[in-house]
Nanobody
Framework: VQLQAFGGGLVQPGGSLRLSCKASGRSLSTHAMGWFRQAPGKERDFLASINWSGGSIYADSVKLRFTIYRDNAKNTVDLQMSSLQPEDTAVYYC?????????????????WGQGTLVTVSS
């Protein structure tokens, strides 16, 4: 499985951004997918995960601000982000889980995209 994340960029505080993750080499439809982020000098943090049927979970830090979507026909998983703040600045990664059900455990994810940088600044 190859994952390509795109959609990052510079956004002002309070703004919105939508990230997309396109998969090739395997259908995403039967496995959970997730989004993580990693700020400079920090660990990679879980953000959101979605299972094969559309059920999802979120980290408390992004709940009500971020929404994860999947389109099994297009083999994509998106992350819609709103009310962005400077502390949301990080490299954002999509990942493919070996589980069918959503999961926040980093070790459940076996394939990772290359990351896309999101910078929130005025």
């Amino acid at each position: 499985v190859q994952l390509q994340a795109f959609g990052g960029g510079l956004v002002q505080p309070g703004g919105s951004l939508r990230l997309s993750c396109k998969a090739s080499g395997r259908s995403l439809s039967t496995h959970a997918m997730g989004w993580f982020r990693q700020a400079p000098g920090k660990e990679r943090d879980f953000l959101a995960s979605i299972n094969w049927s559309g059920g999802s979970i979120y980290a408390d830090s992004v709940k009500l601000r971020f929404t994860i979507y999947r389109d099994n026909a297009k083999n994509t998983v998106d992350l819609q982000m709103s009310s962005l703040q400077p502390e949301d600045t990080a490299v954002y990664y999509c990942a493919y889980s070996e589980t069918y059900y959503y999961t926040q455990r980093l070790t459940d994810y076996v394939y990772w995209g290359q990351g896309t940088l999101v910078t929130v600044s005025s």
